[in-house]
């Protein structure tokens, strides 16, 4: 049964008690970010909790309430995994129905009217301070999907995949939070990839595509020239977010040999506001993809003792048409069906060679997908490269994104049974892109 609180909470809320995510807000007159929950409807101010002697009863939080205090979660979660769950933990004790302190907050009205307030009348704000991100490939669908548009079939999966998480460096000064709109790049293209002289044109993209994924926080770090082992990795997850990966699939295909991705996916990354506690999707963990079953064991660097590295999270994509408004489901599958790499997998390889992380740092899971086409998650897979458009509401058609189409991705685990985590919105408005000349000034 789902733990009930003395707070209104609807039970198909995705912000049930169960949750209790983490995020950075202004509150209504107040220019000050500070972190923050949000339960049900409402956003719980927890600098001004701690401020007033809420976690009092803590003993993990004494000495360190300043953590609460700052415009970022850097330093919160730079107290570690196990100090965040503490946290996390005495939230849903405060706010539960039958509290043992009922005296910090259920019975104290006027420290409610100060630290909790409707949702929807709070700015939420790009969680951290981002130094690093990384985008993998851990999505085997997707991987195979893509490699036979290119490669064909029989040279699907490149003979590494199966060996190793393979990423991208990517950029962090261009990691945007859910609501904030997304212009449409200029770039080099050439129309005719096939052909025996290429020639390149600059022109704003013209496939611009959307990825789901979810991305994963650092808590902690290593130091430099250190590594950090794939059955120790779990304590530096810090919690999740969704992730789309945005993609100028002409520009990535012309710049992508030999080095990979570049101004194909720098101009843009849209993460959700709330940051969903690593701990709170321990009761959902579940199998994921196993890789093919000829495929040689993997290094000891990378073998896990667990197999559970998934989790049964229903992801959707949402896609509101720019020209009509109509909202279409464009994707709907689960982490567990996509995903072959573990984020602890991801992170042993990271830091193999001693390249250190800090609290603050992303890794994306990169594009999950599932079996049938409409569990494929970027229009590339489902449109075979552009070349068979999918019908939306409305009778419209898309092969690739328009400017005005906005795109929602959404994720949720549980049911009312046991409270719904859920992570809020991670949504984009694509604009056109800037007026310039082909010339590039």
């Known amino acids: 049964m789902a733990p009930a609180s003395w707070l209104d909470v609807a039970t198909d809320s995705r912000f049930s008690l169960a949750n209790i995510p983490f995020g950075i807000a202004t509150f209504p007159g107040s220019s000050k970010r500070v972190v923050t929950t949000a339960i049900g409807e409402y956003a719980f101010n927890l600098s001004v909790f701690a401020s007033n002697n809420g976690f009092v009863h803590v003993a993990e939080t004494q000495g360190q309430l300043e953590a609460f205090n700052e415009p970022t979660l850097n330093a919160l979660a730079s107290l570690g995994r196990r100090f965040c769950g503490a946290v996390r933990r005495s939230i849903q004790d405060i706010l539960k129905f039958d509290t043992p302190h009922p005296d910090l907050l259920k019975n104290n009205h006027d420290l409610q009217r100060r630290c909790l307030s409707p949702l929807a009348e709070v700015q939420l704000h790009l969680p951290f301070e981002i130094s690093g991100f990384s985008d993998f490939y851990g999505g085997m669908n997707h991987a195979y999907n893509a490699g ?63 990825e789901l994924e979810l991305g994963c926080f650092v808590c902690g770090g290593n130091a430099p020239f250190d590594s950090i082992p794939v059955d120790a990795a779990e304590e530096y997850i810090f919690g999740y977010v969704l992730l789309n990966d945005w993609s100028a699939r002409d520009v990535q295909r012309w710049e992508y040999v030999p080095l990979g991705p570049f101004n ?8 959700s506001a709330w940051v969903v506690l690593a701990d709170a999707l321990e009761p959902f963990r579940k199998p994921g993809m196993q890789r093919p079953p000829n495929s040689t064991p993997l290094l000891p660097y990378l073998q896990e003792r667990r197999d559970d590295f998934s989790f049964d999270l229903n992801l959707e994509v949402e896609l509101v048409s720019g020209a009509t408004k109509h909202k279409s489901t464009l994707c709907s599958t689960n ?19 001693g390249c250190p992380m800090k609290a603050g740092d992303l890794l994306g ?61 991670a949504a984009g408005v694509l604009l056109p892109a800037h007026k310039q000349t082909a010339s590039g000034t």
Not at 374 to 401: A, F, M, V
């Open 264 to 271: 194909g996916k720098n101009f843009a990354t849209t993460i």
């Open 148 to 210: 036979a548009l290119f490669r064909g079939q029989n040279g699907a999966l490149l003979p590494n995949y199966v060996h190793l998480p393979m990423a991208y460096h990517g950029r962090s000064s261009s990691i945007f939070v859910s609501g904030t709109p997304v212009r449409r790049p200029w770039g080099q293209i050439v129309e005719d990839l096939r052909a025996t002289e290429k020639k390149p044109i600059f022109v704003p993209c013209r496939t611009m595509d959307f």
């Open 365 to 425: 899971s990169g594009t999950i997908s599932g079996l049938t086409t409409s569990s494929l998650g970027c229009l590339l897979e489902q449109t075979l490269n552009g070349t068979q458009p999918i019908q939306l509401e409305g009778q419209e058609q898309r092969t690739w994104l328009e400017d005005g189409d906005e795109v929602i991705l959404k994720a949720w685990a549980g049911d009312k049974s046991t409270g719904y985590i859920g992570f809020g919105d």
């Open 335 to 353: 982490a567990a069906d996509g995903l072959v790499w573990s984020f602890p997998q991801m992170l042993a390889h990271h830091t193999v060679t």
